[in-house]
């Protein structure tokens, strides 16, 4: 997992995160924040959402390649901070195994005016969902099984004008 400082604008790690305390980081005092906007993704049963089975998703289990994804995370940071007017941003992405409810990521984007957080924050979580190198599978009760990149997630990112590498 990444060694990376609390401050770093990429974090994977195991253990979960507090929100606040990410948050506050990200502010670090400055003056020029007057938004903040922040996203987090947690577990949930996909299948109970879309009308199947109740508890059929038991754990989801993240895996990544070390390095490539921070590198991977930091350049689409970089991308928002030359398409938005950001002050900053940060992500954090668990990895290993995640039970229900589980906090999985998140990202914040601080910038003077809302409107910028707001798009950077939805642009950056267009590219994760279908670019960042994470690799998702899900413990049913039917079994393991790897989840693919849904057709919806590359359209998301396609609005940006970045075609998906997923098809």
Known sequence: MSLSPACARVRVQIA???????????????????????????????????GGAAGSVRAMELEHYPGMTEKAIEAMIDEAHRRFDILGARVVHRVGLLQ????????????????????????????????????????????????????????ALARWGIESRNA
């Open 100 to 155: 229900p409810l589980a906090q999985i990521m998140m990202v914040a984007v601080t910038s003077a005016h809302r409107g910028e957080s707001f798009q950077a924050c939805e642009f950056l979580m267009d590219y994760l969902k279908t670019q960042a190198p994470f690799w998702k599978k899900e413990d049913t009760a039917e079994g393991a099984r790897w989840v693919d990149a849904r057709v919806a997630d590359d359209a």
């Open 16 to 50: 979960d995160f507090d929100l606040s305390a990410e948050v506050a980081a990200l502010r670090a005092g400055d003056p020029r924040v007057g938004a903040v906007c922040a996203f987090v993704g947690t577990v949930r049963d996909r299948h109970v959402a879309e």
